[in-house]
């Protein structure tokens, strides 16, 4: 990394990496069962040195059922391991529920449990459910909704003392592209393409076998997050 480089959208403050090593391995144990070992390594510019060592083992049940578990060590500090045990349940394509224990490097050990829809890519709802015994979020849930023209998010949290703290966000992006104005999701630095469908309107435009998009009264759609 050059010392004077600077991420987009970065803080002022931010330390920077002055050198980073991410090296992992995996390996098959059984037909369902599966292990991973990874290896991270950054210094910064002031001499400092991070190293991280983590291993995991991944677990394949019946009804696709997945149970997972991972221990991590700080190898530059005399702080203790943490690791994590969840067992996932999928109830539908998009439904699922899960149980999690995770200890932390002070032996802090949160119990959470959820229940989650997840968020498809093109337009429609995600959301999600969690309760945990943790004091700084003991009820957590969200909502997420995908439109044609970018995301609208509310989230609600409640701690131990039965305080509750609401937050409305939306995010996307607009822009000028072949002579069409566009509002969309976030395009990020992803890649991205304008689609002309004659001049039908809400022609429902797919991008790998899920919605993406549809036209509208000019036959046109911008497709974001394209591979």
């Known amino acids: 990394f050059d010392k004077n480089y600077h991420q987009f959208a970065s803080i002022e403050d931010e330390i920077k990496p002055k050198e980073r090593i991410i090296a992992g391995y995996g390996l098959p144990v059984s037909k369902h069962i599966s292990a991973g070992l990874n290896y991270t390594s950054q210094s910064d510019w002031d001499g400092d040195l991070f190293q991280l060592l983590s291993v995991s083992l991944s677990i394949s049940l019946a009804e696709n059922i997945f149970l997972n578990t991972y221990a991590t060590k700080s190898l530059d500090t005399q702080q203790g391991w943490s690791g994590g045990l969840s067992l996932t349940i999928p109830l539908d394509k998009q439904r699922s529920a899960a149980s999690s224990i995770v200890r932390d490097s002070s032996s802090q050990q949160i119990t959470t449990i959820e229940l989650n829809q997840s968020v498809p890519s093109g337009p429609g709802f995600g959301w999600g459910l969690r309760a945990s015994d943790d004091p700084q979020q003991r009820l957590y849930t969200n909502l997420v909704w995908?439109?044609?023209?970018?995301?609208?998010?509310?989230?609600?949290?409640?701690?131990?003392?039965?305080?509750?703290?609401?937050?409305?966000?939306?995010?996307?992006?607009?822009?000028?592209?072949?002579?069409?104005?566009?509002?969309?999701?976030?395009?990020?630095?992803?890649?991205?393409?304008?689609?002309?469908?004659?001049?039908f309107a809400d022609i429902p435009i797919y991008r790998s076998n899920q919605l993406a998009a549809h036209t509208n009264n000019q036959g046109l759609a911008l497709i974001p997050n394209l591979l």
């Open 146 to 199: 995908n439109t044609n023209k970018g995301q609208l998010v509310a989230e609600a949290v409640e701690n131990s003392d039965w305080n509750t703290s609401v937050r409305l966000a939306a995010n996307g992006t607009v822009g000028w592209f072949n002579h069409l104005f566009f509002a969309t999701q976030n395009l990020g630095q992803q890649s991205f393409a304008v689609v002309k469908v004659g001049d």
